[in-house]
């Protein structure tokens, strides 16, 4: 086991060292005191702290996070015609425009009214779509959405859980 500097080197027994300009010959860590040694603080590998490995409920969490994070970034659809490419916001401010915006379409829809128009404020600006078309978005961000939900699942389900769960390669 080493002894560790502050600044987390770590160095064998008789290995010299330079700290704050002095330059330590190889035999010091061996022939100074302890007192010597915690002056400087430097310590022994084994009474180092520890870092705590994270549990599989913490990665659990983790991934939740992650999920919700991704879940929020918005997705791009286009309108195909001049209104073009909309940023949809997902965030969960935006969600709860959503659910007003999904019952009156469903309302306009279930009265044969789909035609009729809605106005939306998207991360790109306001536009005016009919009840149809907001069916359309709903279905876009199913598309968006559910490959997140899925990830999700399957990093959860997974034993060990990988330490980099957060990485893009986990989430496509």
Do not use: C
């Not at 770590?10 to 005191?33: A, C, D, I, N």
């Not at 209104?83 to 829809?109: K, S």
Request: charge should be negative.
């Amino acid at each position: 086991m080493p002894y560790v500097l502050p600044n987390n080197r770590r160095l064998r027994p008789h290995q010299g060292f330079l700290m704050g300009g002095v330059q330590y010959p190889p035999q010091w860590l061996v022939k100074s005191t302890e007192a010597d040694k915690q002056a400087l603080g430097i310590t022994w590998e084994a009474d180092a702290p520890k870092v705590r490995q994270p549990t599989r409920d913490d990665k659990i969490a983790g991934i939740v996070a992650e999920r919700e994070r991704r879940l929020q970034l918005g997705f791009g659809y286009d309108f195909g015609n001049g209104r073009g490419v909309h940023r949809i916001g997902t965030t969960e401010a935006d969600m709860i425009g959503w659910r007003e915006v999904t019952d009156l379409a469903n309302a306009l829809i279930a009265t044969g009214n789909g035609a009729n128009t809605i106005n939306i404020l998207t991360d790109t600006g306001a536009v005016a779509i009919t009840a149809t078309e907001w069916a359309g978005i709903l279905i876009a961000a199913a598309q968006f959405r559910q490959p997140i939900w899925a990830a999700s699942f399957a990093l959860q389900a997974l034993d060990p859980i990988p330490d980099n769960y957060t990485a893009d390669e986990h989430w496509v």
